[in-house]
């Protein structure tokens, strides 16, 4: 109370103790069991509050500490010293192991204490008071701007230049080492050589590997030498036993009959696959008697045609909107001009559906020789389906059999109503299978053809 009421306070010490807590704490003067006394490390001030700092290290231990108890002690100017504070924790104690090779035990304490009006709060230090805890010293290691403010002659490195080493500028002589016949003079590099003296060795050395890159012929070799044949030679074809010409030479660039015909763009006369664009310079006859054949006008002739693995007969119309696979396509009755946009309802004259399987696509531009055909007319036209099964792009529900006509949405079909009159201009054609979906999906259609 009296330091409370503004009389000087001092404290002297920290004391950490096994005992349990009595029923009036009030009452003790000094630990329940003492186990070790602690000096103070710091002291601050705050609020009427003083925070104190001890440090407990279990060197010397002999056994376990149940650290259950802590007190703070103060001098008394009449009491002399006193237990300033007092604090037992009970079950919740800590165990402190004995000192061992292992193991060693250091905790820090900080404990904060009323010092109400006292006019003056000190506390008397221990010899640890000037010893840096393990986060100061963590912070020292880890301070990289040269917190001891080391200079660089103080290391011996008054004389180096601060830069990195990629920035390093050596200084040494820009002449060359030569002979008397101006020819570099490439020399050995010898132990305990100046840097400077080194380097130009070096230069030298790297100058006249340059030049000799550069020369032709340094080594005076001879054709004979490596018995090689003279610059201006020719050879017979007969002298050619082995290897293979390639085509820009006058030869095959194969070593077999059936990859040279690939190379030159033949067509095998039987077996094989033949991939690409055919181009008939002149008449092509085929069969026994000739009855079949390939004009150089563009003519063909055949009794069968086999091998189409798609279900429709197309031909490119002249586009007039952006259309795509399974749309309903009409003829635009508004323009005076022949073009084809997506059906939309009973009043258009539908005359076919966009098509992506075709088995056989008619009409269009005429490419260019290195065009193929699709790409060059897809822009202008529309591939539409005329006869044949093609997947229509329909909405609502579809029964194997009904007939499909333009739904209202551009280019989407439907299934027509029972007892519904529809113009046999707008009917697309006659569902091959049917489902119960109601969402937007393509279906097979054989269109009317």
């Known amino acids: 109370m009296k ?20 029923e009036e704490p009030r009452d003790l003067k000094n630990l329940v069991h003492l186990a070790a006394n602690m000096q103070i490390n710091s002291i601050e001030l705050s609020a009427n509050c003083a925070v104190l700092e001890s440090t407990y290290t279990n060197s010397g231990l002999k056994s376990k500490l149940v650290a259950r108890e802590i007190g703070i002690f103060a001098n008394d100017p009449d009491d002399g010293e006193i237990l300033y504070a007092y604090a037992n924790a009970g079950n919740e104690a800590a165990v402190v192991p004995p000192e061992s090779g292992d193991m060693t035990v250091q905790e820090t304490f900080h404990m904060v204490v009323a010092v109400g009006d006292a006019e003056q709060v000190t506390a008397t230090l221990g010899e640890y008071s000037g010893y840096a805890s393990k986060q100061d010293l963590k912070d020292h290691i880890d301070d990289h701007n040269n917190p001891h ?27 060359y080492i030569t002979k008397t016949d101006g020819s570099y003079d490439v020399q050995n590099i010898a132990s305990g050589e100046k840097l400077g003296n080194i380097l130009r060795k070096i230069r030298t050395a790297i100058a006249a590997f340059i030049a000799h890159l550069s020369a ?21 074809a007969d002298d050619v036993t082995s290897g293979t010409f390639p085509i820009s030479r006058g030869g095959t660039g194969a070593q077999t009959a059936t990859q040279a015909l690939v190379n030159l763009g033949a067509m095998p006369t039987s077996g094989g696959t033949f991939t690409g664009t055919v181009r008939f310079q002149r008449s092509t006859y085929f069969g026994t008697d000739n009855s ?16 189409a693995v798609y279900n429709d007969y197309a031909e490119w119309f002249p586009r007039g909107c952006d259309t795509k696979p399974g749309d ?40 260019d020789e290195k065009d ?46 029972a007892g519904e009159f529809a113009p046999a201009e707008c009917i697309v054609g006659y569902a091959v299978e049917g489902d119960d979906r109601t969402d937007e999906r393509r279906i097979r259609v054989r269109v009317r053809g």
Request: positive net charge; charged residues 20%; contains cysteine.
């Open 3 to 22: 330091a409370l009421n503004g009389t000087a306070i001092n404290f002297t010490k920290f004391a950490l103790g096994d005992g349990a807590a009595p």
């Open 216 to 236: 032709k012929n340094p080594h005076k070799i001879s054709a004979a030498d490596i018995s090689a044949a003279a610059m201006d030679h020719k050879h017979n």
């Open 328 to 367: 309903i396509i009409a003829l635009d009755v508004s323009s005076q001009t022949e073009r084809y946009i997506k059906a939309v309802g009973k009043m258009d004259r539908v005359v076919g559906v966009h098509t992506d399987e075709y088995a056989y696509l008619i009409g269009g531009d005429t490419p």
């Open 149 to 175: 403010h080391v200079t660089a002659e103080q290391v011996g490195l008054g004389n180096v230049p601060n830069v990195t080493p990629t920035n390093q500028q050596p200084v040494f002589s820009n002449d």
């Open 292 to 307: 079949y054949y390939v004009g150089s006008d563009g003519t063909a002739n055949f009794r069968k045609v086999y091998g």
């Open 372 to 417: 193929d055909n699709f790409k060059a007319n897809i822009e202008k036209y529309i591939p539409v389906s005329l006869a044949g099964r093609v997947r229509v792009r329909v909405t609502g529900r579809v029964k194997t059999g009904d007939l499909i006509l333009p739904s209202g949405t551009p280019g989407i079909g439907r299934a027509a109503c």
